[in-house]
T-cell receptor, first 112, second 116 residues
Framework: GNSVTQMEGPVTLSEEAFLTINCTYT??????LFWYVQYPGEGLQLLLK?????DKGSNKGFEATYRKETTSFHLEKGSVQVSDSAVYFC???????????FGKGITLSVRP | DTEVTQTPKHLVMGMTNKKSLKCEQH?????MYWYKQKAKKPPELMFV???????INESVPSRFSPECPNSSLLNLHLHALQPEDSALYLC???????????????FGSGTRLTVV
């Protein structure tokens, strides 16, 4: 079956620090990969996505590259801001009649 | 319009009450979903509607009853809930129907439900 593994959290960083959040996956077939962000008290927002190997998704300074050889989709940002404090979920979907499978999520706190 | 709108934002109900959650999207998306999210956990899928037909019921108790009146609306009817049903209920939609599967979902902001 499909599964997504995220690094253990929470993560606390100072403003302008470099961010990496690890995500690895197991899937049947060829998944599409997603990062979702959930700000306090809100629903989930699609942050970025990649639908095939070596694709790079990017949005709001965040990037993630679909690495088929390492089955990974790590999220990176060069300089985090306090406003990036949120919960980040890695997710995948493998095509026909497939559920969106989420990782456990990781809480990021950025201090001024 | 690129949003999924959920009402109400907050709901407190007794265990004998009947209430409904509403979800609306005007993006022409053909699949709509109900999720339940407990604190500090990922969302759990409850129901999938594809082209206005119920495609998936993830063994959800019958006290939760979904309804899709048309392609833009999704309701979740609640009856005789338990305190453990207190959670954030999220609605989502996707551009593809359930049988396609390459698109991400657009989520609403959720209804925070408290059962007393």
């Amino acid at each position: 079956g499909n599964s997504v593994t995220q690094m253990e959290g929470p993560v606390t960083l100072s403003e302008e620090a470099f961010l990496t959040i690890n995500c690895t996956y197991t899937a049947t077939g060829y998944p599409s990969l997603f990062w979702y962000v959930q700000y306090p008290g809100e629903g989930l927002q699609l942050l970025l996505k990649a639908t095939k190997a070596d694709d790079k998704g990017s949005n709001k300074g965040f990037e993630a590259t679909y690495r088929k050889e390492t089955t990974s989709f790590h999220l990176e940002k060069g300089s985090v801001q306090v406003s990036d404090s949120a919960v980040y979920f890695c997710a995948l979907r493998t095509g026909a009649n497939s559920k969106l499978t989420f990782g456990k999520g990781i809480t990021l706190s950025v201090r001024p | 319009d690129t949003e999924v709108t959920q009402t109400p934002k907050h709901l407190v109900m007794g265990m004998t009450n009947k209430k409904s959650l509403k979800c609306e999207q005007h993006m022409g998306h053909r699949a709509m979903y109900w999720y339940k999210q407990k604190a500090k956990k990922p969302p759990e899928l409850m129901f999938v509607y594809s082209y206005e037909k119920l495609s998936i019921n993830e063994s959800v108790p019958s006290r939760f009853s979904p309804e899709c009146p048309n392609s833009s609306l999704l309701n979740l009817h609640l009856h005789a809930l338990q305190p453990e049903d207190s959670a954030l209920y999220l609605c989502a939609s996707s551009q593809d129907g359930w049988a396609w599967g390459n698109y991400g979902y657009t989520f609403g902001s959720g209804t925070r439900l408290t059962v007393v």
